[in-house]
């Protein structure tokens, strides 16, 4: 009786183990493609873009549709479009060991021109240009300086600072390469406070 006892209990716990190799295993095969795939933590760091994000906060970075290899792998055929406006993570052009968080302002194709502390662009749609209108995001008034003017290739961005006066960007260093682009900020996930999606 006690033989059969400690044979059922010595089941039990290989059951056990077998169900907890099963559940990690899962988790690695759904968790692993998603964070390599689709979603990067990016701590930010510095005030370049205050006062939307702030230094020390955690972000949650939408990936899908940037990387080349991506691509590739899903028979997506060409680079996912970014929306003016909208908080990018990039490679920096000068160091690309370094990650920068920015707002994409100008498209690839456009002419953006910073002059009388506004930004203006260019397109087929304006070809005689657009006061861009940044109140969502900037305080009313906040002056762009600066004298600049730029024609993107097809494969570049203009990106800016939202703490203009305080943020090193598209006017000091050019555009951003499509290539460079690591994703679009999808939310804000810390402070708890703080919680937003973009």
Do not use: C
């Not at 510095?46 to 899908?64: R, T, V």
């Not at 260093?173 to 703080?194: C, F, Q, S, T, Y």
Request: avoid cysteine; hydrophobic fraction near 40%.
């Amino acid at each position: 009786m006690e033989k059969e006892n400690e044979e059922y209990s010595y089941q039990g716990v290989g059951e056990f183990i077998l169900e907890i190799i099963k559940i990690v295993a899962l988790a690695f095969i759904v968790i692993v493609p998603i964070r390599v795939l689709l979603f990067q933590p990016f701590f930010v760091q510095g005030a370049s873009m205050e006062p939307n994000f702030e230094d020390g906060q955690y972000l949650i970075i939408n990936e899908f549709g940037f990387k080349e290899t991506d691509l590739k792998l899903m028979n997506i055929g060409s680079f996912r479009n970014l929306e003016r406006q909208h908080p990018v993570v990039f490679r920096y052009p000068l160091d690309p060991k370094k990650f920068f968080i920015k707002r994409v302002i100008g498209l690839p194709g456009e002419k953006v021109q910073i002059k009388n502390n506004e930004v203006r662009i260019f397109n087929t749609d304006h070809p005689d240009g657009f006061v861009l209108d940044e109140k969502e995001y900037i305080p009313l008034g906040t002056p762009t300086k600066g004298d600049t003017i730029i024609t993107l290739k097809e494969n570049q961005y203009f990106v800016l600072g939202d703490n203009r006066s305080f943020s090193s960007d598209s006017r000091m260093w050019g555009p951003v390469p499509k290539n460079d682009i690591i994703g679009e900020v999808l939310l804000r996930a810390w402070p708890l406070d703080k919680i937003s999606v973009y």
